[in-house]
Nanobody, 127 residues
Framework: VQLQASGGGLVQSGGSLRISCAASGRTSRTYAMGWFRQAPGKEREFVAAISGSGGSTYYADSVKGRFTISRDNAKNTVYLQMNNLKPEDTAVYYC?????????????????????WGQGTLVTVSS
């Protein structure tokens, strides 16, 4: 499975941005999908995840209420809508796919649970 993240860019504090992750390759099975981010000098951290069916979503406390993860299985694409962005949201955002598609929430908080990773898209929030 290949993952291609896109949609990053420069946005002002308080603004919105939607990033996407398109999957190709062995997409005949359904994967749970996650977004992680990594700021300069910091470790990669969990942002959000969505189950294979799309029926369950999970968020880091730092983005809850501001970010929304969704998926369109017909298009093999997952989205992250980011509203009320803050300078501390500045990071490279990575999408990832987990073959364990419908486990309970905290399972997806750990990068090691994911089997495939995209190349990342840079989101910069100016103050």
């Amino acid at each position: 499975v290949q993952l291609q993240a896109s949609g990053g860019g420069l946005v002002q504090s308080g603004g919105s941005l939607r990033i996407s992750c398109a999957a190709s390759g062995r997409t005949s099975r359904t994967y749970a999908m996650g977004w992680f981010r990594q700021a300069p000098g910091k470790e990669r951290e969990f942002v959000a995840a969505i189950s294979g069916s799309g029926g369950s979503t999970y968020y880091a406390d730092s983005v809850k209420g501001r970010f929304t993860i969704s998926r369109d299985n017909a298009k093999n694409t997952v989205y992250l809508q980011m509203n009320n962005l803050k300078p501390e949201d500045t990071a490279v955002y990575y999408c990832a796919a987990a073959s364990k598609a419908d486990y309970s929430g905290r399972y997806y908080y750990t990068p090691e649970r994911y089997d495939y990773w995209g190349q990342g898209t840079l989101v910069t929030v100016s103050s």
